[in-house]
Structure formats: structure tokens, C-alpha cells
């Protein structure tokens, strides 16, 4: 299992003290996030449902990432400044599986095509 941001999932992954996804958003402000009902807080999930949008009878996304700028409702601070998931502990899967190597300082595609995006230099640049 990839390790999340802060760790509890590989307790044995050493995380860099100052880890860019407590600060950066840029992914959050990037990419559509789509992913199944059953994770809504209304179906026993935990992500809630107030800031998702309906897509099909199975699917729902995050709120604000279908925009032409996307931004994800969940998403609070400045990108590149100091930006967090104001969910973080109930976000979905996509945001979950996203980025698992940035913890580590690691480039991954997606997060450095996010963060150019958004003026910031590639981590580990």
C-alpha cells in the first residue's frame, strides 16, 4: 500500500519534515476527481456529500473541479503558498491514490504537470 502524506500507511516510509503536499494544492486546483456514490457520507462513506456533484447514478465528483479553472471545493489556502485538503481525513480515492510519492519529495507526471501548471517548479527540481 502507497504510503499517505503523513504516513499511517507505512509507518516504516521516512517522510520529508516539511512534506510540499501541506503546502502546494496544486493538484487540487488541476484535475477533475470523480469517484463512486458509495464513498458519499450518505452511503456510508466518508466524503461529504455537499461537496460533491451528481455525474451518473454511480458516480459523483468533487465540486469545483469541473470548472475551466479547476478547484476543488475541499481545497483551502493558496496554491503554492501554504494550501491543505480541508478533508483530508475523509477525502476519496482518487485524491488518496494521487501523489503518493510527493511525501518523499518525489516527482510523479500528474503532480509535476499540476504544479507547472500553476508556476511552481517540479518537485525535487
Known sequence: ??????????????????????????????????????ELDEAGGHVPTGLTVDVTDTTCRMRGT???????????????????????????????????LAPLGLPDEACTRARVRHGLAPLGA
Not at 28 to 38: G, I, L, T
Open 1 to 38: 500500500m502507497a504510503p499517505d502524506y503523513n504516513g499511517r500507511d507505512n509507518p516504516g516510509v521516512t517522510l520529508l519534515p516539511d512534506n510540499p503536499c501541506t503546502r502546494c494544492g496544486a493538484c487540487c486546483a488541476s484535475f477533475r476527481v470523480d469517484f463512486a456514490r458509495d
Open 66 to 100: 469541473d470548472h475551466a479553472r479547476p478547484r476543488c471545493a475541499a481545497l483551502v489556502g493558496q496554491v503554492g503558498v501554504k494550501a491543505h485538503c480541508g478533508i483530508y481525513e475523509w477525502r476519496p480515492s482518487p485524491c488518496r491514490e494521487f501523489g503518493a
